[in-house]
């Protein structure tokens, strides 16, 4: 059973920084896009990096969040530097078979719970 948890969520004060991870069982990631999602109280999920053979990022995350992959952990990270109060929401991982990815969410096959990230000012 294909199955992503994350964690590393948490409250932390706008500048700071914390690590998200996606950890994946039941497939390997070596073959599967991984996209990291949020959702904000109200407003639609948004795409904030992906990772395959290629990574992309939003225009709002660029040069402050790093996404990478561990494959011998089956895991992949969303490092989240310079938090700003806007970051704050829900963050899901999502899966979907493909060699290249995109930041769009309809692309994506498989969902974690997701992990609560909220950035105080």
């Known amino acids: 059973q294909l199955q992503l948890v994350e964690s590393g969520g948490g409250l932390v004060q706008s500048g700071g920084s914390l690590r998200l991870s996606c950890a994946a069982s039941?497939?390997?990631?070596?073959?599967?896009?991984i996209g990291w999602f949020r959702q904000a109280p109200g407003k639609d999920r948004e795409g904030v990096a992906c990772i395959s053979s290629n990574t992309k990022y939003a225009d709002s995350v660029k040069g402050r969040f790093t996404i990478s992959r561990d494959n011998a952990k089956n895991t992949v990270y969303l490092q989240m530097n310079s938090l700003k109060p806007e970051d704050t929401g829900i963050y899901y991982c999502?899966?979907?078979?493909?060699?290249?990815?995109?930041?769009?969410?309809?692309?994506?096959?498989?969902w974690g719970q997701g992990t609560q990230v909220t950035v105080s000012s």
């Open positions: 999502g899966a979907t078979l493909e060699a290249i990815c995109v930041i769009y969410r309809r692309v994506y096959a498989y």
């Open positions: 039941g497939f390997t990631l070596d073959y599967y896009a």
